[in-house]
């Protein structure tokens, strides 16, 4: 169901919601033999092992977690690459080229008077880099990274600190993410949602579903203008 | 480094690490249009989601969880799964064999006089079909589903939930699982760590290392046995 109204703040999830990861597909595919075709078990790996760290009450930067997942799965495919090999594979997301159609879209919402605030896994450093070589960092009032609370996403707190970050009630803000399991956990927090259908990404289908869910983010930038 | 004494309770994971998870691949690969090869990226998101939904405060039975996970991946591939057709795939969870060594490993720890307790994310009804079909139900005292206390591992309070109910310290216990994430947070809940090292399965390497780690069950056990 859409709301008739705007929500106060958005939140936007930054990787693969705003920047491409297919690039990672030749960096990670070379690491692998070849295997580009492992880069969805990869980056699911790292989603595991990111919330394995938080149900764990640890914390470990998201790109050491990448670099670990990756050694994971290339154990699993007899290849040994040392601790130094991932993470120099892991600096290629830094480097993220944006999705085609985001920059306008982010322009579009920020003209009509959004308040658009960054929400990612990515390190606070990592963040601020993918930023600046991508061109969005004019684009956003703040990089909010959940190293500054400690814990990994979709953790229902992560949402309450950011909402509160803004001085905003979790219901007044919206998140726009094109993984399911964000969109899921923000809206398990109280948050509105929209998710970008992009190729490789589903809603978790025993979630609530999202308001919008379009394949891009100027079709959502344009419903969310109209409202 | 090795301990020189025995551990008071034992605590087994169970899918994988007792039970053969092979069988799986021929179900999941037949609903997947012959793509036995996703099997590891199914297991991967169903245990991603498995802690999302611990993570967003909710919970779920985790063969539907499985059935969701696996619609994901369908969609992903562009395969229309119905919820029904995925939830007959999740039933085969309950017919796994146990691996070969399996059964003499956990009879010669009982009568070496370990106390041996069964500690599972499937759920209560799943598991005592599990254990009923697999043979293993009367080597074992208990068998405890995280379904009962409402949060999936590795969550640190499972392991101090599981502890309390044989009345036992975190460092009286041991986790014996052949799931990276599994042993990382068990050691990092206090638990002492047994790890299975059974193909497709690898530690984390930002956890500690666990005191013994082991091609299958029976050197386990032989090496526990000899404390």
Redesign the interface.
Known sequence: MQHSQRPKVLFFDVNESLLDLSSMKKHVGKALNGREDLL??WF??M???S????????F?DFS??GA?AL??VA??HNINLS?EETREVLKNFSNLLPHPEAIEALRLLKKAGYIMIALSNSSIKGMRSQFKNAGLTHLFEQQLSVEEFGK?K???EVYYWAAKKLKAEPKDCMLIAAH??DV??AM??GFRAAFINRP???L???APMPEISETDLLKIAKKLIAL
């Open positions: 969805p078990l699911s790996t989603l595991h092992y919330l394995v760290t938080t149900a764990s009450k640890q470990t050491n977690i670990a050694q994971m154990k699993n601790t990994y979709p953790e229902t399911g399991w899921a956990g398990w927090a490789g990404q589903q978790y289908p025993l």
